[in-house]
C-alpha cells in the first residue's frame, strides 16, 4: 500500500519569507513517481514537478526547489521569496510503475498562505 | 480546448436525486480520470478510461456510481439516488498517453464539479 503524508494542514508566511512544505511517502515499490500539485482558488490542480525514484538530483526552478532524499523518504518544496499568487492548497503525490499505477495517491495537501 | 473543461462547476441536489456531471477533456488525450476529493482531503481516484475503454473503476464507492466515455473524448460521471456523503468535489484529468503501464503521466485536470447533497 503507498502512503504520502503531509502534516502541514496550514502555513502562513509574510510576503519575501522562504516557506518549505514537507512530505513523507510510504510505498514498497522500487520504481515509483512522486509529484507537486498546486490548487490555486480556481479549483484545478496545476502541475509543478514529477520526480522519478531512480534520480536523487535536487531541483531548482526560479524561486521553486525540492528536495529529495530516499533514505527519509521525503519530497519537499521550498518557495523561496514567497510571494501572494503562491498562496493555495499544495499536494503531493505518488505513483509506481506497473499494473495500476495511473493511480495517484495524494497527501491532504497543506494550505499556503502569504500575506502581504 | 486548451485544458480539461467541466460542468456544472456547482450541483446542489437534494438527497435521492440523480446527477450527470460532465468532462470535456483535452483533444486528442487518450486518458481519462475521475477523482473525487472531500472537503480538506486530497483527491482519490474513482476510475480510468483509456480512450474508450474503462479500464478501472475500482475507486467508485458504490454501485450507484457510473461513468461513461462512449467515443473516447467527453465523459460524463452519474451518480443515482444520491446521498449526503457523495458531498464533495469531481475533478477530471486527462493526459496524453496510456496510464495503464508507467505511473510518469502528468495529468492536466479540470477545475472541478462541487456537488452538495442536501
Known amino acids: 500500500a503507498q502512503k504520502v503524508t503531509q502534516a502541514q494542514t496550514e502555513i502562513s508566511v509574510v510576503e519575501k519569507e522562504d516557506v518549505t512544505l514537507d512530505c513523507v511517502y510510504e510505498?514498497?515499490?522500487?520504481?515509483?513517481?512522486l509529484f507537486w500539485y498546486k490548487q490555486p482558488p480556481s479549483g484545478e490542480l496545476v502541475f509543478l514537478i514529477r520526480?522519478?525514484?531512480?534520480?536523487?538530483q535536487n531541483e531548482i526552478s526560479g524561486r521553486y526547489s525540492w528536495n529529495f532524499q530516499k533514505s527519509t523518504s521525503s519530497f519537499n518544496f521550498t518557495i523561496t521569496a514567497s510571494q501572494v499568487v503562491d498562496s493555495a492548497v499544495y499536494f503531493c503525490?505518488?505513483?509506481?510503475?506497473?499494473?495500476?499505477?495511473?493511480?495517484?495517491?495524494f497527501g491532504k495537501g497543506t494550505k499556503l498562505s502569504v500575506i502581504p | 480546448g486548451a485544458g480539461v473543461s467541466q460542468s456544472p462547476r456547482y450541483k446542489v441536489a437534494k438527497r435521492g436525486q440523480d446527477v450527470a456531471l460532465r468532462c470535456d477533456p483535452i483533444?486528442?488525450?487518450?486518458?481519462l480520470f475521475w477523482y473525487q476529493q472531500a472537503l480538506g482531503q486530497g483527491p482519490e481516484f474513482l476510475t480510468y478510461?483509456?480512450?474508450?475503454?474503462?479500464?478501472?473503476k475500482s475507486g467508485l464507492p458504490s454501485d450507484r456510481f457510473f461513468a461513461e466515455r462512449p467515443e473516447g473524448s467527453v465523459s460524463t460521471l452519474k451518480i443515482q439516488r444520491t446521498q449526503q456523503e457523495d458531498s464533495a468535489v469531481y475533478l477530471c484529468?486527462?493526459?496524453?498517453?496510456?496510464?495503464?503501464?508507467?505511473?510518469?503521466?502528468?495529468?492536466?485536470f479540470g477545475a472541478g464539479s462541487r456537488l452538495t447533497v442536501l
Open positions: 484529468a486527462s493526459s496524453l498517453e496510456p496510464g495503464a503501464v508507467s505511473g510518469a503521466n502528468v495529468l492536466t
Open positions: 510505498t514498497r515499490d522500487t520504481t515509483y513517481y
Open positions: 520526480r522519478n525514484s531512480f534520480d536523487e
Open positions: 503525490a505518488l505513483s509506481f510503475s506497473g499494473a495500476g499505477s495511473y493511480q495517484l495517491t
Open positions: 483533444s486528442g488525450h487518450v486518458s
Open positions: 478510461f483509456q480512450n474508450e475503454a474503462q479500464l478501472d
